[in-house]
């Protein structure tokens, strides 16, 4: 740093290295979106999993398959990364683009469980049967369906993440960069 003063007036001359500043902006832009994402898909299988042990204690006998079935398939995926958006992460039962893990019937379960099935009557008659079986249905009316409580596991997830990314993205970055 250099000083003039020349007619009552002081002039002042600097020059700086920037190199190390602009290698580790360089290497922060290339960085952040990858912590950022491994951050909150860290944060989201937290949460999906406390989620889950939660459903899998209020699943009755009569969806107890269906409600694993749709907890086992919870995952995270990396979306596409734009200028605008630095990391993306979208959370849901597996495959999430696909709107979720298929039953044996090929119904989206964990839509079902999400938002809940209302008591429906099936759409054929059952004929008597003179020696029923377990799990047969021997009536000559049209049986109904109990329907599923909506679980609303989607908002449970959410509602259990969100306030935690914040700070979590925080710490990853002091670690990642130092603090």
Same mark, same amino acid.
């Not at 008597?128 to 049209?142: A, F, H, L, Y």
């Given at each position: ?11 002042? &001359? ?48 009569? +969806? ?10 919870? &995952?995270?995926?990396? &979306? ?33 469980? +999400? ?36 679980? +609303?596991?989607?908002? +449970? ?23």
């Amino acid at each position: 740093m250099a000083y003039k003063i020349r007619n009552n007036m002081v002039s002042v &001359t600097s020059s700086f290295d920037l190199r190390d500043i602009v290698k580790a902006k360089k290497y922060m832009d290339e960085t952040a979106p990858k912590i950022l994402a491994q951050t909150i898909s860290e944060i989201l299988t937290h949460s999906y999993n406390a989620v889950g042990m939660d459903m899998m204690r209020q699943a009755d006998r009569g +969806n107890i398959n269906m409600v694993a079935k749709v907890v086992e398939s919870f &995952t995270t995926e990396e &979306t596409m990364k734009t200028e605008a958006v630095g990391a993306s992460v979208i959370f849901g039962s597996a495959p999430v683009r696909a709107g979720g893990v298929k039953g044996s019937r090929g119904g989206k379960i964990a839509q079902y469980l +999400n938002d809940g099935v209302p008591a429906f009557n099936y759409p054929f008659k059952a004929k008597k049967v003179s020696q029923p079986r377990e799990g047969w249905i021997n009536t000559d009316k049209s049986p109904t369906h109990k329907g599923f409580p909506a679980m +609303n596991w989607l908002e +449970n997830v959410k509602s259990d993440a969100v306030p935690k990314i914040r700070e979590a993205i925080i710490e990853a970055l002091d670690e990642a960069w130092g603090a």
